[in-house]
Structure formats: structure tokens, C-alpha cells
């Protein structure tokens, strides 16, 4: 089991910057594709970004442009910089761990609020 640890949601005003952490438990972090959920007060959770084991990365059209997500395998630690917010980025947001082949191997992390407001 592979524990994940959000971290680093707060209040930000419109148009502010913030940056997301997510701490893996494992040290086989390295091998698992690592993704970016959000879900909005009311809403489903929703995808935002994927980073690969390989480094590819992959974004939601809602976020691209604005937001990278960017890993440091030595440090089993995933982030989120998020940069131009908007109200409408306003969710919990999630890590995931996701094994390349085992699908069983699945992890979600506790959640860190982001509200954007003025």
C-alpha cells in the first residue's frame, strides 16, 4: 500500500500562484504514472494532469497553459504549480499513484483545499 500526502492548498485571490505537494510513501515511487484530481464543492471529481513514469506529461484542457505538474522521484514527491487562478479552480485537490500495468495498484492521497477567491 502506498500512502499519499497532499499538501499545500490555501486561499489565493485571482490571478494568484500556488503550489501543490504530494509525498509518496514508497520508495517505488518512481514507477508509478502520477496524476492531478479535482473536485469542486457539488461537483465530481474531475482529471486535471498526468505525469508518466516516463515524464510525459498531459493536461486538461480546463488547466493547460496554467498549471504544470512535475515530479521528483528522488524525493517520491509530486507537484502541481498552479499559476493565473481562477475562481472556478476552487476544488479539493488529489494525487494519485497509479501502477503503468498492475491495475490494482491504484492510490489516492487525503486532499488539500484550494479556494480562489477575492
Known amino acids: 500500500q502506498v500512502e499519499l500526502v497532499e499538501s499545500g492548498g490555501g486561499l489565493v485571490q485571482p490571478g494568484g500562484s500556488l503550489r501543490l505537494s504530494c509525498t509518496a510513501s514508497?520508495?517505488?515511487?518512481?514507477?508509478?504514472?502520477m496524476d492531478w484530481y479535482r473536485q469542486p464543492p457539488g461537483d465530481q471529481r474531475e482529471w486535471a494532469a498526468t505525469?508518466?513514469?516516463?515524464?510525459?506529461?498531459i493536461y486538461a484542457t480546463s488547466v493547460r497553459g496554467r498549471f504544470t505538474i512535475s515530479r521528483d522521484n528522488p524525493k517520491n514527491t509530486l507537484y502541481l504549480e498552479m499559476n493565473d487562478l481562477k475562481s472556478e479552480d476552487t476544488a479539493v485537490y488529489y494525487c494519485?499513484?497509479?501502477?503503468?500495468?498492475?491495475?490494482?495498484?491504484?492510490?489516492w492521497g487525503q486532499g488539500t483545499q484550494v479556494t480562489v477567491s477575492s
Open positions: 505525469v508518466r513514469a516516463d515524464g510525459t506529461r
Open positions: 494519485r499513484a497509479r501502477h503503468p500495468t498492475n491495475t490494482r495498484s491504484t492510490y
Open positions: 514508497d520508495a517505488t515511487f518512481s514507477i508509478y504514472d
